[in-house]
Nanobody, 127 residues
Framework: VQLQASGGGYAQAGGSMKLSCTAS??????????VAWFRQAPGKEREFVSA????????QYGNSVKGRFTVSRDNAKNTMSLHMTSLTPEDTAVYYC???????????????????WGQGTLVTVSS
């Protein structure tokens, strides 16, 4: 079971960037899994960015990215994407994708609820 995040890099404030996460080893269960993006800036705790509880549910977003970031998932390809716009230096962080087979809805934004994690991809936004 593996999650592979990609797409990080450098952007200027006001710019946009797209991150992708590819899941492997989940068999045909990806569509039934909860998947999420978290981020962690230097010296800060891991922060919830966005998540899908399961397919058919609307995506949820953290307050700091609501209206600027859009998450999507493609169950046929076992992938998840995060489209980030109107980037600010405060968005600078390592971004992680995560997945869970047995998460409950009330835990969607809690990092400890996710059993599977990607390696992270660094996003740096300059002012």
């Amino acid at each position: 079971v593996q999650l592979q995040a990609s797409g990080g890099g450098y952007a200027q404030a006001g710019g946009s960037m797209k991150l992708s996460c590819t899941a492997s080893g989940f068999g045909g269960t990806f569509s039934r899994m909860s998947v999420a993006w978290f981020r962690q800036a230097p010296g800060k705790e891991r922060e919830f960015v966005s998540a899908f509880f399961r397919s058919g549910y609307s995506a949820q977003y953290g307050n700091s990215v609501k209206g600027r970031f859009t998450v999507s998932r493609d169950n046929a390809k076992n992938t998840m994407s995060l489209h980030m716009t109107s980037l600010t230096p405060e968005d600078t962080a390592v971004y992680y994708c995560a997945a869970s087979r047995s998460l409950i809805l009330s835990s969607l934004g809690r990092a400890s609820a996710y059993a599977y994690w990607g390696q992270g991809t660094l996003v740096t936004v300059s002012s």
